[in-house]
T-cell receptor, first 114, second 110 residues
Framework: GAVVSQHPSWVICKSGTSVKIECRSL??????MFWYRQFPKQSLMLMAT?????????EQGVEKDKFLINHASLTLSTLTVTSAHPEDSSFYIC??????????FGQGTRLTVV | DAKTTQPPSMDCAEGRAANLPCNHS???????VYWYRQIHSQGPQYIIH???NNETNEMASLIITEDRKSSTLILPHATLRDTAVYYC???????????FGSGTKLNVKP
């Protein structure tokens, strides 16, 4: 299966600053990647679809100006949490869909905003 | 939009088979059933998927009822490392988005 790598694994930032999370596909060219958010003891919530070379599409209720997504190449998508606040503290996970339609997920990034 | 219903938690003795049920009574003819699991603080891990036939791989078996309205994931010999949240997801083959429901927390006990 595809190998998906996220960086960093965890990050602590001050309220009001921006944080960038990288998602790399190590062995698969992905025209589409997906970003999820997961709060403690809750399920994964799909935030947005990252499209290589074009704008991301966001799920209902997700602020596109808050969560900036860039998918500049077939192997890299980035999620930037802008002007982060404590309520943005969460576990962020990216994924891509392989040739047999199953999804492969990164190891996740734990964001803590203080 | 999660289209599945799973029990919130289950216990299983180590070495015994773990049978995790999933109800998907509104599944469409072209939708597959996927199973993933998430060990604490990690990304989800693919387990298995199927359309209507039973499937087996090195990790698990997937039993889908004839009417396709429910399925069961079977871990034949559960170990402590199988303790995780297991998610059953229904998705169209050409639809790439995975929507997660609440899943089942499987506790494997010694």
């Amino acid at each position: 299966g595809a190998v998906v790598s996220q960086h960093p694994s965890w990050v602590i930032c001050k309220s009001g600053t921006s944080v960038k999370i990288e998602c790399r596909s190590l062995d698969f060219q992905a025209t589409t990647m997906f970003w999820y958010r997961q709060f403690p003891k809750q399920s994964l919530m799909l935030m947005a679809t990252s499209n290589e070379g074009s704008k991301a599409t966001y799920e209902q209720g997700v602020e596109k100006d808050k969560f900036l997504i860039n998918h500049a190449s077939l192997t890299l998508s980035t999620l930037t949490v802008t002007s982060a606040h404590p309520e943005d503290s969460s576990f962020y996970i990216c994924s891509l869909v392989g040739v047999n339609t199953e999804a492969f997920f990164g190891q996740g990034t734990r964001l803590t905003v203080v | 939009d999660a289209k599945t219903t799973q029990p919130p938690s289950m216990d299983c003795a180590e070495g015994r088979a773990a049978n995790l049920p999933c109800n998907h009574s509104t599944i469409s003819g072209n939708e597959y059933v996927y199973w993933y699991r998430q060990i604490h603080s990690q990304g989800p891990q693919y387990i298995i998927h199927g359309l209507k036939n039973n499937e087996t791989n090195e990790m698990a078996s997937l039993i889908i009822t004839e009417d396709r309205k429910s399925s069961t994931l079977i871990l034949p010999h559960a170990t402590l490392r199988d303790t995780a949240v297991y998610y059953c997801i229904v998705k169209g083959y050409n639809f790439n988005k995975f929507y997660f429901g609440s899943g089942t927390k499987l506790n494997v006990k010694p």
